[in-house]
């Protein structure tokens, strides 16, 4: 399992060393594994990946001050996704993702040779004949004594810009695991468990929370993040859960994640479709090129698409029908009408399905299941339903 992941980083590194002049005009693509507050657990994160042979490495987010460990960098976007797709499947990473941007220095990984230093090339030193000096004749000349007084100078006060902060209270709901590692997401805040309408604010980050309009002055705050199971809690605005503050002020949350629990599968966490559809979004299509590549790369690979929707009620929607435009709607071909849950999600997994076969995979190698409702990830009612609708793809065989 292991090789196969280093053999694909070698092929990898080679090929893209010899991009390293477009290097720093193109954006950077990190294989991430782990994103750290305390720089003591990135290192050590960093030394287990790389006691199990990955060649790992650990930077800073310059803006956000976390340390990102990651397993693979390179400037391709489909050499990254191919890889974080091999290493879902073949390694306990099932949570890695790929991070589109630029971390400060890497360290704790690979080993760079130092520069060459040239001897600098000594030039033989002209010597200088000295000028001869010409006497200076001194004309004195008279001139009335004019006595100026200092010019007193006012001190420069610098002005400072007017900050508008947002109304409200500041926040940072902390979203993290119990070994400490950061956890992407975020959180909605509603007025009760029962309201249809929500605010969402990013984990992690300085936010501004206005108050309740209830009479009791709480929120529930519900988290929502990508492969972790979400948490409830009761956030009281006047007399917050935690003491713990920010630099400004803000009031920190901690809230502790946990995994959800798949078994043998890889995790898609951005293989979405339209509402009550089977056609993909935009999104979806780097995910499902990472899937193509990893099964022409390892031609043994079996797998079945997993179809899933929120509810088992019959929706009013479309499906892809003739139109072979897999992630934009296509009223001319696409299919209108009625469908259960278990049409509508059969026919989400034969998208996927339809989209692999396209790019080269041979469609005996690809079943295909339409789950309807009955597998939800949330409650179908509540905030978080929409993420119900989704694909999960199960290795059959390797």
């Known amino acids: 399992m292991q090789k196969s992941l280093r053999a694909l980083l070698v092929v990898l590194l080679v090929a893209g060393g010899t991009q390293s002049a477009k290097a720093q005009a193109e954006p950077n693509y990190y294989?991430?594994?782990?994103?750290?507050?305390?720089?003591?657990?990135?290192?050590?994160?960093?030394?287990?990946?790389?006691?199990?042979?990955?060649?790992?490495?650990?930077?800073?987010?310059?803006?956000?001050?976390?340390?990102?460990?990651?397993?693979?960098?390179?400037?391709?976007?489909?050499?990254?996704?191919?890889?974080?797709?091999?290493?879902?499947?073949?390694?306990?990473?099932?949570?890695?993702?790929?991070?589109?941007?630029?971390?400060?220095?890497?360290?704790?990984?690979?080993?760079?040779?130092?520069?060459?230093?040239?001897?600098?090339?000594?030039?033989?030193?002209?010597?200088?004949?000295?000028i001869e000096e010409k006497p200076v004749v001194v004309v004195e000349e008279k001139i009335d004594s004019v006595v100026q007084k200092p010019v007193e100078e006012k001190p420069v006060v610098e002005e400072k810009p007017v900050v508008v902060k947002p109304a409200g209270k500041p926040f940072i709901f902390k979203l993290q695991t119990s070994d400490g590692q950061v956890v992407t997401g975020e959180v909605h805040v509603q007025e009760s468990t029962n309201a249809t309408r929500y605010q969402a604010f990013k984990g992690n980050e300085v936010v501004y929370v206005e108050a309740p309009q209830n009479a009791r002055g709480n929120y529930v705050v519900i988290t929502q993040a990508a492969g972790y199971q979400p948490v409830s809690m009761i956030l009281g605005y006047r007399e917050p859960p935690s003491t713990e503050t920010g630099p400004d002020g803000e009031v920190i949350i901690p809230?502790?994640?946990?995994?959800?629990?798949?078994?043998?599968?890889?995790?898609?966490?951005?293989?979405?479709?339209?509402?009550?559809?089977?056609?993909?979004?935009?999104?979806?299509?780097?995910?499902?090129?990472?899937?193509?590549?990893?099964?022409?790369?390892?031609?043994?690979?079996?797998?079945?698409?997993h179809g899933?929707?929120?509810?088992?009620?019959?929706?009013?929607?479309?499906?892809?029908?003739?139109?072979?435009?897999?992630?934009?709607?296509?009223?001319?071909?696409?299919?209108?009408?009625?469908?259960?849950?278990?049409?509508?999600?059969?026919?989400?997994?034969?998208?996927?399905?339809?989209?692999?076969?396209?790019?080269?995979?041979?469609?005996?190698?690809?079943?295909?299941?339409?789950?309807?409702?009955?597998?939800?990830?949330?409650?179908?009612?509540?905030t978080l339903g929409q993420y119900n609708d989704r694909i999960e793809i199960e290795i059959v065989k390797r």
């Open 31 to 130: 294989v991430v594994i782990g994103v750290f507050a305390k720089l003591d657990n990135a290192v050590r994160y960093t030394d287990q990946a790389n006691q199990k042979g990955f060649s790992a490495q650990y930077a800073i987010h310059s803006r956000r001050q976390w340390n990102y460990v990651y397993v693979f960098q390179t400037t391709e976007k489909r050499k990254a996704f191919a890889f974080v797709i091999r290493l879902r499947a073949e390694s306990e990473f099932k949570e890695a993702w790929v991070y589109t941007g630029q971390l400060g220095e890497a360290q704790g990984g690979i080993d760079r040779k130092p520069i060459e230093e040239k001897p600098v090339e000594e030039k033989p030193v002209i010597e200088e004949k000295p």
């Open 255 to 305: 809230i502790e994640v946990s995994k959800v629990k798949r078994g043998d599968y890889i995790d898609f966490t951005n293989v979405r479709f339209f509402r009550n559809s089977s056609i993909l979004e935009p999104v979806a299509q780097n995910e499902l090129d990472g899937l193509v590549d990893l099964m022409k790369e390892s031609t043994g690979y079996k797998i079945r698409v």
């Open 308 to 382: 899933h929707c929120n509810g088992n009620q019959d929706k009013e929607g479309s499906t892809l029908g003739s139109s072979t435009n897999y992630f934009a709607l296509d009223p001319g071909k696409n299919k209108i009408g009625k469908f259960s849950a278990k049409e509508l999600t059969s026919e989400r997994a034969a998208t996927v399905k339809a989209y692999l076969v396209s790019q080269g995979i041979e469609a005996s190698r690809i079943d295909t299941k339409g789950e309807g409702g009955k597998i939800p990830l949330y409650p179908e009612g509540g």
